[in-house]
């Protein structure tokens, strides 16, 4: 059981690894023993971050700024050329924008889609040969993709390009893992309301309603985040691919 739910020794880049949803992955993949690159566009913060987890593992800052497809093709090749077999990549860097319906132009469309759903694309294209190399026939290698119980549902706010993403993000999990199988799989997990920088203003607003109308009556912690990205990495998931799995306190079910 203890080697069913292992991920020790494994190589994963964690895109959006210096904070949130991102740093919960990263650290937990850190302290179960995996190799772990972390890759955010702040560089002094990305390294910062990843020498805090490097007091308890392994972990290295690749600073990128994933919303071109050149930075992209960087961020791949530099990781390739220090892991030439990638056994799990998270795809989890991420922005939102929230504005009135009448305010809501071309930048609150550009910069979101831009890095929610073309760099989860490009970057796992690139990264393709390496996720390849690391595949066994027992033991696929793995992209994980976050998107969101927003794009399962209408949110209370007004961020028409993050839940449009985030559907996106869903359907793009879909089509890759059926496009990548047997050698790669690909799921998504659609976190709800976690402590995060992206969160604080949701959870500042409606904090206390999110959590009396959650079936489970909280918000997410650290270690819920980590676990379902351990067992999505380890030999425990490795027959679960095109899933969009909600890490939510079970909201999808009542919003």
Request: proline content about 5%.
């Amino acid at each position: 059981m203890t080697d069913l739910f292992s991920v020790e020794g494994k190589a994963a880049l964690v895109t959006g690894g210096s904070r949130g949803i991102g740093l919960m992955i990263a650290r937990g993949f850190v302290e179960a023993g995996a190799r772990v690159y972390i890759s955010s566009r702040k560089a002094d913060v990305c390294q910062e971050v990843a020498a805090e987890l490097a007091k308890v593992g392994e972990c290295v800052a690749l600073p990128a700024n994933l919303a071109t497809e050149d930075e992209c093709r960087r961020l791949a090749a530099e990781v390739t050329a220090l892991e030439p077999e990638l056994h799990v990549l998270v795809n989890n860097a991420g922005a939102t924008w929230g504005a009135p319906i009448d305010d809501f132009d071309d930048a609150a469309w550009n910069r979101v889609l831009d890095l929610n759903v073309k760099a989860v694309f490009h970057l796992t294209r690139f990264l393709r040969p390496a996720l390849e190399a690391a595949a066994t026939d027992d033991d696929p290698a793995r992209v994980i993709n976050i998107g969101s119980i927003d794009g399962i549902h209408v949110p209370i706010m007004e961020t028409y390009s993050y839940s449009a993403s985030k559907a996106a993000v869903h359907q793009l999990t879909r089509h890759l893992a059926r496009r990548l199988a047997p050698r790669v799989t690909v799921n998504a997990v659609a976190p709800g309301p976690f402590e995060s920088k992206m969160m604080a203003a949701t959870l500042d607003a409606f904090g206390d309603d999110i959590v009396e109308g959650a079936p489970l009556k909280r918000i997410g912690r650290p270690d819920d985040m980590a676990g379902v990205a351990i067992f999505l990495a380890s030999r425990a998931g490795s027959y679960l691919t095109g899933a969009v799995i909600p890490v939510d306190g079970g909201i999808a079910t009542v919003a």
